[in-house]
Nanobody, 118 residues
Framework: QVQLVESGGGLVQPGGSLRLSCAAE????????MAWYRQAPGKQRELVADITRDRSSNYVDSVKGRFTITRDNAKNTVYLQMNSLQPDDTAVYYCNAAAGLLPTKYYWGKGTLVTVSL
């Protein structure tokens, strides 16, 4: 089993920055790709960014150049640095991790709320 614990959400003004963290507590399972998703009110959950163990990353177009995903494999922790935040970034942000092999399972955190507003 894997538990994901997120932190770092909050209220920020447009143009501001926040850094989200997600620590994976694993019972001996290897953690592979880690990702951040978000879900805004009335919208479907969407992938924001993901990163592999060798730190290859992908981003949704709307955050490219503003958000940066990184990870610390020794700590099984993934980070999302969010700069130039806009009201459209307001959402609950969820951490996701792939763990184990044959089968690989996907785990979710409980989410952390990011609100971008004056």
């Amino acid at each position: 089993q894997v538990q994901l614990v997120e932190s770092g959400g909050g209220l920020v003004q447009p143009g501001g920055s926040l850094r989200l963290s997600c620590a994976a507590e694993s019972s001996g399972l290897n953690i592979y790709t880690m990702a951040w998703y978000r879900q805004a009110p009335g919208k479907q959950r969407e992938l924001v960014a993901d990163i592999t163990r060798d730190r290859s990353s992908n981003y949704v177009d709307s955050v490219k150049g503003r958000f940066t995903i990184t990870r610390d494999n020794a700590k099984n922790t993934v980070y999302l640095q969010m700069n130039s935040l806009q009201p459209d970034d307001t959402a609950v942000y969820y951490c996701n991790a792939a763990a184990g092999l044959l089968p690989t399972k996907y785990y979710w955190g409980k989410g952390t709320l990011v609100t971008v507003s004056l």
